[in-house]
């Protein structure tokens, strides 16, 4: 027989049994459609992250406080210290140790309740210097950010988020309005560009005052400098390794800390998040796929029960086609087509529904998925494999069978 031969005879050998077929092929359908979501999943979560923490900028370093300890033992994540103060950040802008810093932004940050015309709305208020905007990579929708002079003087400015503009203002016209903190009035003297959300982080809800007007505003006492977080901008994305050292070395000299393990403050760079972030999705499609992996085996494994069936079933038919002069090898030759084909079936309907529901994911799980042109053909190669494969002990227990043995068959 030719391929071309065998080819028809193989898939009218399979559709002859469609439902057979359908069922058999239903554990690979399912693992490929699997393995397309799970690596579409990884690289939409990845995507979505990397363009999260890319907004800061290539270029940031994020420095923040030390961890805590309870009287009672229990430890604090990052963060939970107040070492780090409004000197560390001016002292990070002004060195003329540090070449390689650019910019410095440092954030004192508070949830406060905001009136406005008898609305309230409790938002994030963010107390930071005139540097803040270039720093974290915002804009401004309307007005402007405030000065060096609006700090100096602790004006009672307030730049206010879109989405805080809106719950208190709605679409009335925002810049010139007041907002009441506390005790405090505030002029509004611009709306920031919306950005989205940031995980759990609504970047839009939040009100931005001068550090100053914070300091008097927000808290009072010994941590009136304290701050939450220091923005550092190195000079340029290439001098960020260099500005990650003068920025350490100068806070660990500032505090008086010889030993960089026991620094009393952490510093992050954007780099080092988004590897992080990538490892963990790569670990993640890793284990999913696995689990995707054992799918595609009992799927193998079926391929490979319905194809011993199907010698049993054509037992005389073998033994004919022998007893005519057919080779062994075109007996097996049969019937690994014909267990391709059903892996190929498989591996393609499977692509068809990982790409239809990959469109369809997105809106019930507001998330991205990102379908990989090499994982839907790679999938489908791989469904084709499985079916050779398992269909391998089949074809030659086929190609075994003496032909009086077999014509003798009922």
Do not use: C
């Not at 409790?122 to 402007?144: C, P």
């Not at 000065?147 to 925002?174: H, I, K, N, Q």
């Not at 398992?390 to 074809?395: D, I, K, L, S």
Request: glycine share 10%.
């Amino acid at each position: 027989m030719t391929w071309t031969e065998t080819l028809r005879t193989g898939w009218s050998a399979v559709t002859s049994h469609a439902m057979r077929s359908i069922l058999t092929v239903l554990g690979i359908l399912i693992g490929i459609a699997a393995v397309i979501l799970t690596v579409g999943l990884g690289l939409g979560t990845q995507k979505d992250v990397s363009a999260q923490i890319s907004q800061l900028g290539s270029d940031l370093l994020i420095v923040r406080p030390g961890s805590s300890t309870s009287t009672e033992g229990v430890r604090g994540g990052f963060g939970s210290r107040t070492t780090l103060t409004t000197a560390d950040a001016e002292a990070l802008d002004s060195s003329v140790n540090a070449p390689d810093i650019g910019k410095v932004a440092a954030e004192k940050t508070s949830s406060a309740s905001l009136e406005a015309n008898d609305t309230n709305w409790t938002t994030s208020v963010v107390g930071t210097s005139t540097d803040w905007l270039d720093v974290r990579g915002r804009t401004l929708a309307s007005g402007e950010f405030f000065t060096a002079d609006d700090e100096a003087s602790r004006a009672a400015v307030v730049v206010l988020g879109p989405s805080t503009a809106e719950e208190l203002f709605g679409s009335t016209r925002v810049v010139g309005q007041t907002v009441t903190v506390g005790d405090t009035d505030l002029r509004v003297v611009g709306v920031l560009e919306a950005e989205g959300a940031s995980g759990e982080s609504d970047l839009d809800d939040l009100a931005v005052i001068p550090m100053s007007t914070a300091a008097d505003t927000l808290v009072g006492g010994q941590d009136r400098n304290a701050v939450s977080t220091i923005y550092v901008q190195a000079a340029s994305a290439s001098q960020l390794n260099a500005a990650y050292q003068e920025a350490q070395a100068l806070l660990l000299n500032l505090h008086g800390i010889t030993d960089a393990g026991s620094a009393d403050f952490t510093i992050n760079s954007q780099d080092a998040l988004v590897s992080t972030a990538t490892a963990v999705y790569k670990t993640l499609t890793v284990l999913l796929t696995g689990i995707a992996a054992l799918s595609l085996l009992v799927g193998g494994i079926g391929v490979m029960n319905i194809m011993l069936v199907s010698v049993t079933e054509r037992t005389r038919e073998i033994g004919l086609r022998k007893a005519l002069g057919a080779p062994p090898w075109a007996i097996r030759r049969q019937f690994l087509v014909e267990a391709g084909v059903l892996g190929l079936a498989g591996g393609v309907l499977g692509a068809v529904l990982g790409i239809v529901a990959a469109q369809v994911l997105p809106g019930l799980l507001d998330t991205s998925v990102v379908v990989s042109g090499a994982a839907v053909a790679g999938s489908v190669v791989v469904a084709m494999g499985i079916g050779l494969v398992f269909g391998v002990y089949p074809a030659t227990r086929a190609a075994r069978l003496a032909p009086i043995d077999a014509l003798r068959a009922e």
